[in-house]
């Protein structure tokens, strides 16, 4: 843990920064091939790159462009950028899209953020997130960098969750919020007085937005210091500090707000996607890589005392793509898993949220030629987990002509209180 960064003056800060950005730009060019492609097509040299306002000369970089790398080139598709030996572990996200990444340099990269965030050495903490995602990963490394005991229980298994966390005097817990919810909720089935009998005192929620009801329940019913982070499946983005004011933008990360269509930069308060570059993802370096996000930023200190930039919370989507779960549900990926199914004529995902727990149903049309819809179900339900890595709460058949062409095929209905 060190935090000797986190109250530079700004104009120390932006000296920092700027030397970071061009360390990172040369080790990327030189040893990432894909990276050194996407610089080349843009005309752009590590000499071009002084400054964070250069980066304007680089388009962001998506998702689709290192699943369209890693398909022609797999698995790591021309971006891994130190030798294999050095690598311990690999993230994988939908698509599949393979992160590999080194945990030692993860760990020590975000320890302070997870210190913010309320946890001590010491602690016995929880990580509920599956061990297939970087969230689950890097958070993992960074918790033990503390000094503190990680518990891999991953997803599911609610009843074995409260039985760890009362047996191994849990102190912290790492994972979905309406999963936590859950998880207290059945051990107050068992009878168990969740505020008496548990040793749970701080929780970081991620993944998912966190209705100010939910938040309220976890902090004043259940005597736990809540904080969120923002990241993608890349790894890590923002952090929340004990002021709750916004989300601190580590120093090991660089986040422009930037107009989406064009890359530019915006300024601050100005509404804009959220665009990472991690500084310390030197195995794996993407630079501008665009998350999809909207939110928008200030430089103006935290009363925590740190002067890190600090972002919103997510306002939205750029584009019709949505978090189910905690994982991201792409139209696209959708439209070519049913497009296996010769019988299914137009679909449309439908994401609610009753009781606080996303319900992600997918409704079909379907023509005259089905016979069996139970096997039609079974095979629709494989095909989606497998490839999404999420399973459809409910599938549902609706009448011809229900589902028009011009309908989005994915809608968020959720309502946010």
Same mark, same amino acid.
Not at 60 to 78: N, T
Not at 190 to 215: C, H, S, W
Not at 217 to 236: H, I, N, P
Not at 372 to 387: F, G, H, M, P
């Given at each position: 843990?060190?935090?000797?960064?986190?109250?530079?003056?700004?104009?120390?800060?932006?000296?920092?920064?700027?030397?970071?950005?061009?360390?990172? /730009?040369?080790?990327? !060019?030189? =040893?990432?091939?894909?990276?050194? @492609?996407?610089?080349? &097509? %843009?005309?752009?040299?590590?000499?071009?790159?002084?400054?964070?306002?250069?980066?304007?000369?680089?388009?962001?970089?998506?998702?689709?462009?290192?699943?369209?790398?890693?398909?022609?080139?797999?698995?790591?598709?021309?971006?891994?950028?130190?030798?294999?030996?050095?690598?311990?572990?690999?993230?994988?996200?939908?698509?599949?899209?393979?992160?590999?990444?080194?945990?030692?340099?993860?760990?020590?990269?975000?320890?302070?953020?997870?210190?913010?965030?309320?946890?001590?050495?010491?602690?016995?903490?929880?990580?509920?997130?599956?061990?297939?995602?970087?969230?689950?990963?890097?958070?993992?490394?960074?918790?033990?960098?503390?000094?503190?005991?990680?518990?891999?229980?991953?997803?599911?298994?609610?009843?074995?969750?409260?039985?760890?966390?009362?047996?191994?005097? /849990?102190?912290?817990? !790492?994972? =979905?919020?309406?999963?936590?919810? @859950?998880?207290?909720? &059945? %051990?107050?089935?068992?009878?168990?007085?969740?505020?008496?009998?548990?040793?749970?005192?701080?929780?970081?929620?991620?993944?998912?937005?966190?209705?100010?009801?939910?938040?309220?329940?976890?902090?004043?019913?259940?005597?736990?210091?809540?904080?969120?982070?923002?990241?993608?499946?890349?790894?890590?983005?923002?952090?929340?500090?004990?002021?709750?004011?916004?989300?601190?933008?580590?120093?090991?990360?660089?986040?422009?707000?930037?107009?989406?269509?064009?890359?530019?930069?915006?300024?601050?308060?100005?509404?804009?996607?959220?665009?990472?570059?991690?500084?310390?993802?030197?195995?794996?370096?993407?630079?501008?890589?665009?998350?999809?996000?909207?939110?928008?930023?200030?430089?103006?200190?935290?009363?925590?005392?740190?002067?890190?930039?600090?972002?919103?919370?997510?306002?939205?989507?750029?584009?019709?793509?949505?978090?189910?779960?905690?994982?991201?549900?792409?139209?696209?990926?959708?439209?070519?898993?049913?497009?296996?199914?010769?019988?299914?004529?137009?679909?449309?995902?439908?994401?609610?949220?009753?009781?606080?727990?996303?319900?992600?149903?997918?409704?079909?049309?379907?023509?005259?030629?089905?016979?069996?819809?139970?096997?039609?179900?079974?095979?629709?339900?494989?095909?989606?987990?497998?490839?999404?890595?999420?399973?459809?709460?409910?599938?549902?058949?609706?009448?011809?002509?229900?589902?028009?062409?011009?309908?989005?095929?994915?809608?968020?209905?959720?309502?946010?209180?």
């Amino acid at each position: 843990y060190d935090p000797t960064t986190e109250t530079m003056s700004s104009s120390d800060r932006t000296a920092f920064m700027n030397s970071r950005l061009r360390r990172f /730009v040369s080790h990327t !060019y030189r =040893n990432a091939p894909s990276m050194k @492609n996407w610089l080349d &097509k %843009a005309g752009v040299r590590p000499e071009h790159i002084r400054t964070v306002k250069d980066l304007e000369k680089i388009p962001p970089i998506r998702r689709s462009d290192i699943m369209q790398s890693q398909q022609a080139e797999p698995p790591y598709g021309g971006f891994l950028a130190v030798p294999l030996s050095k690598i311990d572990r690999v993230a994988i996200s939908s698509g599949p899209t393979y992160f590999p990444h080194q945990s030692a340099v993860w760990g020590k990269a975000n320890a302070s953020a997870y210190y913010a965030m309320g946890f001590r050495p010491g602690d016995v903490v929880v990580v509920t997130f599956s061990y297939l995602y970087m969230a689950s990963l890097g958070g993992d490394a960074s918790i033990r960098t503390l000094g503190a005991t990680v518990i891999a229980t991953g997803t599911g298994n609610t009843e074995q969750q409260v039985q760890v966390l009362r047996q191994a005097r /849990v102190t912290g817990f !790492y994972g =979905n919020p309406s999963f936590l919810v @859950n998880i207290i909720n &059945k %051990a107050e089935e068992q009878g168990y007085n969740f505020k008496k009998d548990f040793f749970l005192r701080v929780a970081l929620i991620a993944a998912e937005m966190v209705p100010q009801a939910t938040r309220r329940f976890l902090e004043q019913d259940c005597g736990l210091y809540c904080s969120e982070a923002y990241g993608t499946s890349e790894g890590q983005l923002a952090f929340e500090c004990p002021a709750h004011n916004l989300l601190h933008v580590g120093d090991t990360q660089l986040i422009e707000i930037v107009d989406p269509a064009t890359g530019k930069q915006k300024g601050p308060g100005e509404v804009g996607e959220i665009v990472g570059t991690a500084f310390h993802a030197m195995a794996f370096p993407l630079i501008r890589f665009a998350t999809g996000d909207l939110s928008y930023y200030t430089d103006e200190p935290c009363p925590c005392g740190r002067t890190s930039r600090r972002i919103a919370r997510i306002l939205g989507r750029v584009e019709d793509v949505t978090k189910v779960k905690g994982i991201f549900v792409y139209p696209k990926q959708v439209a070519e898993i049913i497009s296996r199914f010769p019988e299914i004529v137009r679909f449309q995902v439908v994401v609610t949220r009753p009781e606080h727990r996303d319900l992600m149903t997918l409704k079909l049309e379907l023509n005259n030629d089905v016979v069996n819809k139970d096997k039609l179900t079974e095979s629709v339900n494989q095909a989606i987990l497998e490839v999404c890595r999420i399973r459809a709460d409910k599938l549902q058949f609706v009448p011809a002509g229900t589902i028009s062409e011009q309908t989005k095929t994915v809608v968020d209905e959720r309502k946010w209180d």
